[in-house]
């Protein structure tokens, strides 16, 4: 059976430009770093209380040409994530003077507090302080 969920993959053009938004902008943690013989590279960042971690993917050593370019056309196009936060205003202050790039305005919903960022690719997130019950 099933006991969790270990990773998950955002595909990207360039790890290194991704890796520096994802731990300057968002404040991730790059969790492993290591270069394979034939010049893939296996980068995974995650948040610091949380055991999940995302590998930042360019798939162009990876795998074939034809494959590798089936997911690069994928680039931007992940589903959102909901990532919770329990200092809603603080976050949203710093990723704004960091240049996140928010798609919404915060607002007020019956569950919480939310807003909406993109990453460099045009991956959306939606940051949200739940309402405590």
């Known amino acids: ?42 980068l995974t960042i995650g948040l610091p209380d949380q055991e999940l971690e995302i ?30 936060t329990e200092d809603f205003e603080g976050t949203y202050e710093t990723f704004r003077q960091r240049g996140v790039k928010f798609i919404s305005e915060p607002h007020d919903v019956m569950y919480g507090k939310e807003v909406i960022f993109e990453d460099l690719y045009g991956n959306r997130f939606l940051m949200l302080q739940p309402t405590t019950m």
Request: charged residues 25%.
């Open 55 to 84: 590998v930042l993917h360019d798939p162009t050593h990876w795998h074939r040409e034809d494959v590798a370019q089936i997911m690069l056309q994928q680039v931007g196009k992940n589903p959102m994530w909901v990532w919770q």
């Open 1 to 42: 059976m099933l006991n969790r969920l270990a990773h998950v993959t955002l595909y990207v053009h360039d790890c290194e430009e991704a890796l520096q938004f994802y731990t300057e902008k968002l404040g991730f943690q790059k969790r492993m770093d290591s270069k394979m013989d034939d010049g893939s590279r296996w």
